[in-house]
């Protein structure tokens, strides 16, 4: 079975573009690192809830739009070479805080075992 890393962020909505462009350049190298596929999505039906929600978790403010997304490898073995690898790929580097953005201390993300693949 597959592995998947998942994650949550809030992104500024008005750096849409800015994102999308950085996510396109972070999935070549993710690919170039053994990933399957790397799926971004934008919010646009992702209510507020009252114990909890995506836009809670990450708390996100009127002025962001919340992003899920996940990488899919071929297991997890390949998954921690791969991250280590595009961590230290120099093309990752150059994305580093001042490129993103996003505040990456409201980021909430995690590896995960895929139990049912149809």
């Known amino acids: 079975?597959?592995?998947?890393?998942?994650?949550?962020?809030?992104?500024?909505?008005?750096?849409?573009?800015?994102?999308?462009?950085?996510?396109?350049?972070?999935?070549?190298?993710?690919?170039?690192?053994?990933?399957?596929?790397?799926?971004?999505?934008?919010?646009?039906?992702?209510?507020?809830?009252?114990?909890?929600?995506?836009?809670?978790?990450?708390?996100?403010t009127d002025k962001e739009t919340v992003v899920f997304s996940w990488i899919t490898w071929p297991s997890k073995e390949v998954r921690d070479t791969g991250m280590q690898g595009a961590m230290e790929d120099p093309r990752m580097k150059s994305m580093g805080p001042d490129a993103v953005p996003f505040d990456g201390k409201r980021m909430i993300f995690g590896g995960f075992e895929t139990i049912v693949e149809k």
Do not use: Q, R
């Open 1 to 60: 079975m597959s592995y998947v890393d998942g994650y949550v962020i809030a992104v500024p909505t008005a750096e849409k573009e800015t994102y999308i462009k950085l996510a396109e350049e972070a999935a070549v190298v993710f690919k170039a690192h053994g990933a399957v596929s790397v799926v971004e999505n934008w919010g646009n039906d992702v209510p507020e809830g009252k114990i909890t929600s995506f836009p809670m978790a990450v708390k996100c």
